[in-house]
């Protein structure tokens, strides 16, 4: 089965750098993934890892370790509008699904 | 706008009764997904079409079925509902089958009285 575990809330301040965590387990790892989603809206795709590493868009980054089972999701210079739930997702490689972390409220305040 | 259309936006049904939600993919995209979210428990993945054809079962309940037709619009069916299923359940299309970049649509929310 899997696991995926990340913060339930975090806050950070306007013009800061805040990581959000996600450690998780699974059977046959296929790819993580990073959405965001502001309240009543739908997701929006925001990385994708299957190699270990770093990789970066803009303000926001991703890194990835497959041995340690463990992403995080860094945001740079943070906006107002960057307050949102940011979902952390692993497809199982055996299975061919998507599972979904709880997701990390994110509140920046100015 | 993702281009992923759904409908309808609202629903408001009573317990026992059955329904179904609609799923428009973009253009050109080849797989549809469907997945529940409630406040409980999260984005949860039901299912997932490719060109027609199931290629990924989640956590869907027996009471729920989905097809994808040949025109790649998808269709979610819900049965026997309970006061448990009331969710916003969304659908995500993507290119091909293993692209990892999805789309979603603007969710239908679900209201079971």
């Known amino acids: 089965g899997q696991n995926i575990d990340q913060p339930t809330e975090m806050t950070a301040t306007e013009g800061a750098i805040v990581q959000i965590n996600c450690t998780y387990q699974t059977s046959g790892f296929n790819g993580l993934f990073w959405y965001q989603q502001h309240a009543g809206e739908a997701p929006t795709f925001l990385s994708y890892?299957?190699?270990?590493g770093l990789e970066e868009k803009g303000r926001f980054s991703s890194f990835l370790s497959r041995s340690k089972g463990y992403s995080y999701l860094l945001l740079k210079e943070l906006q107002m509008k960057d307050s949102a739930s940011y979902l952390c997702?692993?497809?199982?490689?055996?299975?061919?699904?998507?599972?979904f972390g709880a997701g990390t409220r994110l509140t920046v305040k100015p | 706008d993702s281009g992923v259309t759904q409908t309808p936006k609202h629903l408001i049904t009573a317990t026992g009764q059955r329904v179904t939600l609609r799923c428009s993919p973009r253009?050109?995209?080849?797989?549809v997904y469907w997945y529940q979210q409630s406040l409980d428990q999260g984005l949860q993945f039901l299912i997932q079409y490719y060109n027609g054809e199931e290629r990924a079962k989640g956590n869907i309940l027996e009471r729920f079925s989905a097809q994808q037709f040949p025109d790649l619009h998808s269709e979610l069916n819900l049965s026997s509902l309970e006061l448990g299923d009331s969710a916003l359940y969304f659908c995500?299309?993507?290119?091909?089958?293993?692209?990892?970049?999805?789309?979603f649509g603007p969710g239908t929310r679900l209201t079971v009285t």
């Open positions: 995500a299309s993507s290119v091909a089958q293993g692209q990892y970049e999805q789309y």
């Open positions: 253009s050109g995209d080849l797989s």
């Open positions: 997702a692993v497809r199982d490689e055996e299975n061919n699904d998507m599972r």
């Open positions: 890892n299957v190699l270990d």
